[in-house]
C-alpha cells in the first residue's frame, strides 16, 4: 500500500472511513415515517365523511358507502379550509350528476353538510 505513504492519503483514507461509518450507522438507525392506518372519505351524495383502515387488498374507487351500500365514496383530505376531494377525481365526480350534492365540482370542496 504504497498510496498511504503521505498524509494526505491517510487523511483522504481517514475521511472516506468515517463518511462511510456515519451513512451506516443512519441508514441503521433510522425510525419509519409513521403512516395513518387509516384513509378518509366522503360520500359525495350524504356528505358524510369516513375513516377507512388500509387493508392488504387494493381500494377501488370510489368504494361503497357502509351505510348506504352505494359507490358514492371518493378519497379527500382537509386543510384549514376543510375537505376537499384531488383533482384527479373531477371527472368521476362530474359522473355522479345529480348524486353529487356535497362536492363542488369546481372548487373541489365539500359544502357544508353532514360531515
Known sequence: M???K???A???LAVVLLAAAVAAFLIVNRKPSP???DLTFVCVATGKVYQIG???KALIVPLENPDTHELTLLPCAKDAGGY???GRYRGM???FG???RYVDTETLRLRSGPG
Open 54 to 56: 388500509r387493508s392488504k
Open 98 to 100: 345529480d348524486k353529487n
Open 35 to 37: 403512516v395513518s392506518g
Open 84 to 86: 376537499y376531494i384531488s
Open 10 to 12: 491517510k487523511i483522504g
Open 93 to 95: 365526480l362530474k359522473e
Open 2 to 4: 504504497g498510496f498511504l
Open 6 to 8: 503521505t498524509n494526505a
